[in-house]
């Protein structure tokens, strides 16, 4: 069941969401729900209002984190700053990039905060949706176009959309997780929305590879879409092995110093992590969920022999 506090996450996450849509209803569509749903949430009105199967789906949509996690600050990495300038000159310019690089560096991290902070931009997990007809059906909903009818009509509708509103951005995330007939639908969407749409593909090593197979395969479609797309690879990180460790340690460094808590040996953590944000998340975790511990054994300890002790134990 739905709790109270998770409630209110959702709502904060709802409120937080609305400035990226042009109306009530284009939000309200594209979190799946009316508008009188709509307007009961943002008045507070939570009770009975929606079920908790759709609390769920909006939770789910806005990536609201309903567990009581730690707090984690965004850090501004070379990996963020490298992503932000692409993502801004494709959104203002109409661009479309291909991003292929390693894991674990900070790309999903990015293109989530981008889009959470501009205004026509979305997001879209592409290993959620790796068929022609969920792709297009996602990247309406994010958009508030209607995606309940004929896929045909689905399709006009939003490339309709597209081609009238400022400045759209479709970052594709994981893109290299996409059947063949959905980046085929891709080739077809950028046809139709040429010089309206920014469109960002990301995806790790792998994802030039499939490319790179299929363009030397002359399978129908890649090469149009490689050229598309830039005709090239972004990449972040460095080529050379003693550069590459130098940038994701520093990376590691740069995220470990805005989380971890006061007095934390920042160099221990790097080391663990061996680069990875992954594991410097986890490392900081512990502390943090070591830090809450040892306040409460601390408070345990204090009350012993007191009344409230007592209290506790039935005395």
Not at 266 to 290: A, D, F, M
Request: aromatic share 8%.
């Amino acid at each position: 069941m739905i709790k109270d506090w998770q409630k209110q996450r959702i709502l904060e996450a709802i409120a937080q969401n609305r400035k990226n849509y042009p109306s009530d209803a284009k939000h309200a569509a594209s979190l799946g729900i009316s508008a009188s749903v709509y307007n009961s949430l943002k008045k507070g009105q939570t009770d009975k209002a929606l079920s908790d199967a759709n609390w769920v789906n909006i939770a789910r949509r806005l990536d609201v984190n309903l567990r009581d996690s730690i707090e984690w600050k965004g850090a501004r990495t070379a990996t963020f700053d490298y992503i932000t300038t692409q993502l801004e000159a494709c959104q203002e310019r109409s661009l479309s990039v291909i991003l292929c690089d390693l894991p674990n560096i900070g790309k999903t991290y990015t293109a989530r905060w981008y889009v959470n902070e501009h205004r026509n931009a979305v997001y879209i997990d592409c290993s959620q949706v790796k068929t022609k007809r969920a792709l297009v059906k996602k990247i309406a909903n994010e958009f508030g176009v209607g995606a309940t009818g004929k896929y045909q009509d689905t399709y006009e509708d939003l490339v309709y959309y597209l081609r009238s509103m400022e400045r759209p951005l479709v970052v594709l995330d994981e893109a290299g997780d996409l059947a063949y007939e959905a980046f085929l639908e891709l080739k077809a969407l950028w046809n139709a929305t040429e010089m309206c749409c920014g469109w960002y593909m990301m995806g790790a090593d792998g994802l030039a590879a499939k490319i790179n197979r299929n363009v030397e395969g002359k399978k129908v479609g890649y090469a149009e879409i490689f050229s598309r797309y830039g005709g090239k690879y972004s990449r972040v990180t460095p080529d050379q092995g003693d550069d590459r460790k130098a940038f994701l340690m520093e990376q590691a460094r740069v995220v470990a110093s805005v989380n971890a808590p006061a007095g934390t040996d920042i160099g221990q953590i790097v080391r663990k992590s061996q680069g990875g944000l992954r594991r410097v998340y986890t490392e900081i975790s512990k502390l943090k969920e070591g830090c809450v511990r040892q306040s409460s054994s601390e408070l345990d300890s204090a009350l012993t022999g007191t009344s409230f002790e007592k209290i506790k134990k039935g005395a």
